[in-house]
């Protein structure tokens, strides 16, 4: 009877220690916000608020954003870096992009991750949560 319990105690430990990894992953993310658009001399300062909540530090990212114009046609594609999103911290990050005014990007898309160092490969994409804090809608 004893060793039939242990089993079944076993079981049960191994089951729920399942389903917490499984809710785990369903709640790692990476939480990337549009913050300002802010004029500057060389064009247009850039906030984001970046948080990583996947369940490994990210040494190195950098997004690929597509910015819209008031046509809704892609103006410009490029790549920024990141750099490093330690784990549960949120971090600042902010670009200054030339030639770019404010006033006419309409929308940003993070169209992809072309370096996501740390998690497995298509972590990063696959835990993307994007949001604006500005009139200027963020998507991922």
């Not at 916000?33 to 040494?59: D, H, R, W, Y």
């Not at 972590?123 to 804090?133: A, D, H, I, N, P």
Request: charged fraction near 20%.
């Amino acid at each position: 009877m004893t060793v039939r319990f242990a089993a079944v105690a076993a079981g049960m430990v191994m089951a729920v220690s399942g389903i917490c990894q499984a809710q785990d992953a369903a709640t790692a993310k990476l939480d990337v916000e549009l913050n300002a658009l802010a004029p500057s001399q060389k064009g247009c300062m850039m906030t984001f608020v970046a948080e990583n909540n996947l369940q490994t530090p990210i040494n190195k990212i950098s997004f690929e954003l597509a910015f819209f114009n008031d046509k809704n046609a892609v103006d410009r594609i490029t790549v920024l870096d990141f750099r490093d999103l330690p784990q549960g911290k949120k971090r600042v990050r902010q670009f200054d992009m030339p030639n770019v005014k404010c006033e006419t990007v309409t929308r940003i898309l993070i169209n992809d991750t072309p370096v996501c160092d740390g998690p497995a490969a298509g972590e990063c994409m696959k835990g993307l949560v994007t949001r604006s804090q500005i009139s200027v809608p963020f998507e991922g």
